[in-house]
């Protein structure tokens, strides 16, 4: 991790941006003290596609008709 005051942070902002994008971890400082991170942001996560592919492996999932508990435990299904 980088880490840099910030009076040089407000300099090389654009830079530190372009480190954290591309993973760099950098820290600044003030009075020497760490006082904050630039990270890269993390991606926006899609909630309505993750549920619908728990629902596509869901309905994959389903026991076929007449198939019980017991008949999967002994299958070694479950």
């Known amino acids: 991790m980088r880490t840099v005051g910030l009076f040089e942070a407000k300099q090389?902002?654009?830079?530190l941006v372009e480190r954290a994008a591309s993973g760099?971890?950098?820290?600044i400082t003030r009075r020497g003290k760490l006082?904050?991170?630039?990270?890269a942001a993390r991606p926006e996560v899609d909630?309505?596609?993750?549920?619908?592919d728990i629902e596509k492996i869901r309905k994959r999932a389903r026991p076929k008709q007449?198939?019980?508990s017991r008949?999967?435990?002994e299958e070694g299904r479950m």
């Open 12 to 15: 090389k902002l654009s830079e």
């Open 24 to 27: 760099e971890k950098v820290g």
């Open 35 to 39: 006082a904050a991170y630039i990270v």
């Open 47 to 52: 909630v309505r596609a993750v549920f619908e």
């Open 66 to 68: 007449g198939l019980t």
């Open 71 to 73: 008949k999967m435990i």
